[in-house]
């Protein structure tokens, strides 16, 4: 019965509908700036957030940022995350914080086995800690390498590979003490000067990092550029760098995986200017964490088990994780249900409303902070011939068809909140604050506009099409001369492609011809990176609590700028 009310509507359209003309600032936010040509501007004003330290104003210049942002319509929030999963009863001591990355080091299992079964995903596209920018790669990163600080169970930042820390007095110099007696898995020892090289390392443009743009407020970074970051070891156990301006979650990206060391002998060696991620693309290269990769049959399994030389070893009672690499969560839930997998990181959709019914206590609902999106290559030739202003109206109509409701409702049913900006509800300001407490108020649109007003909210709908040049005929769908086609670009799970066919026949509401293609994860991520796409799937979570991360992701230079906003082809 879904969208069978569009017919209705058509139905009662008078014949010969006339064309309007409408100013260009009655139909776009004034915050709209050229996505392509005048980003600029955007990345300057990221630049001024990071370095300013009146917190107040800082939380107002986020604002002012993702104002821009949302005034591109490249970024089409559908909504706020939360996190599924299956767990059998008699494993517990799994923890994961609010950026979704799972700890599997402290893991306990009734049953008395040593061997945890577990999915996250399919073959991972890196495990590299400076090139990866996946979820799934997060979670292998955490459970096999050790930064200076890590999340404990109840989300809070505390040290690892670190003692601690002091920092002067202008808030700009840390020094930080490691542990005595630090090892890489192979027994060497793993001093201060892992973290220098590994930090510049993923600064340096020939390692072409996805997460550079984190260093920026590091003393020394300069854009794109091979630099000398004012990171230094001043002895095997002392680690000092310096910043540009005060940084309240330091610890944040201490426990990020960008900021993990790597073994620079074993880089050196394997790693070639082709592929600076070539040394981890098999099993047996070394680590610092609480696990070791033992064994990698491709897109089909991994075996990591226990690293003995990590410093919390005596902790760690589960001897080896084995990881099953699938994007099928069909296969997935049957392999969960005949004990092949004692954790899965994925829940077919239609099996949900089962398992909410029955309220089964394996079915594990948790919050995240993060939105699920859609997203618009800026570079795409469906904006071609069109103004900045027109191109932001079409993009604009696309996102007033989608039916968000029926999405949250009948395809993530796990309690999900439409979503109309693309930082989330709950997010901190920076200042004491929340960034965002109210969905409707303090969005852009309303979510719930399709379902409260359909026939008002398809109309402008097409009032926004039509200011971009499109013409419709008189059933209210697009004119033969003014077709729009376009291609939505996904990974092939169902809960994703769900929510594609839902978009795909809403926005049929007014003639827009929608196609689908899926593909492979790491082939997927890869596609999107590169700006291969003019329509895709996207979601980010956040990296720490704190705005600046969801938005300096779209800094031009960012390797996280999936829409190509700033690059001019």
Known sequence: MKKVIALVVAAMMVLGMATSVFAAEAMVSDALID????????????????AETDMAKRTEMMHQAEDI????????????????????????????????????????????????????????DYLDPALNSSVDGACLA?????????????????????????????????????????????????????????????????????????????????????????????????????????????????????????????????????????????????????YVCTGWNHDTSMTYEKNPNWFNADQVTVEKLEFMLSADDTAIYAAYNDGSLDFADTVPTDEIATLLETENPEFHIVDELGTYYCAFNANSELFADKTVEQAAAMREAFSLLIDRDYICE??????????????????ADGNGGIFKTEAIEQGYYDPYAINNDYEGTVARARELLEFAGFQFDENGMLSAETPITIEYLTNNTSGHVAIAESMQQDFSAVGIDMSIQTQDWNVFLEERKNGNFDFAREGWIADFNDPINMLEMWITASGNNDCQFGRAK
């Open 142 to 290: 955490a459970n096999s390498f050790s930064g200076l600080y890590t999340y404990d169970a109840d989300g809070n930042t505390v040290p690892a590979c670190a003692e601690g820390y002091e920092l002067s007095e202008d808030g700009l110099t840390y020094t930080v003490t490691l542990k005595e007696g630090l090892l890489w898995s192979d027994g060497t020892p793993l001093t201060a000067a892992d973290f220098e090289y590994s930090w510049k390392r993923a600064t340096d443009p020939a390692t072409a990092a996805d997460y550079a743009y984190m260093f920026s407020g590091f003393d020394g970074y300069v854009e794109g550029e091979t630099t000398d970051l004012n990171v230094k070891a001043l002895d095997d156990t002392t680690l000092q760098f310096v910043l540009t301006a005060p940084c309240a979650y330091m610890e944040d990206l201490m426990s990020f995986p960008t900021f993990y060391p790597v073994q620079k002998a074993w880089v050196e060696e394997h790693a070639t200017a082709e592929a600076p991620g070539a040394w981890c693309q098999e099993a047996g290269f070394p680590s610092n964490g609480a």
């Open 410 to 427: 009948n395809i993530g049913q796990t309690g999900q909140v439409a979503a109309n900006a693309f930082l989330p509800l709950g997010m």
């Open 35 to 50: 996505p392509i040509n005048d980003w600029a501007q955007y990345d300057e004003l990221v630049a001024q957030i990071k």
């Open 69 to 124: 942002l949302m005034a591109t319509y490249c970024v089409i929030p559908i909504y706020y995350y939360n996190d599924i999963y299956m767990q059998k009863d008699y494993v517990d001591g799994i923890y994961a914080n609010a950026f979704a990355t799972k700890f599997f080091m402290y893991t306990t299992m009734a049953n008395g086995e040593t061997t945890l079964k577990i999915n996250l995903s399919s073959e991972p």
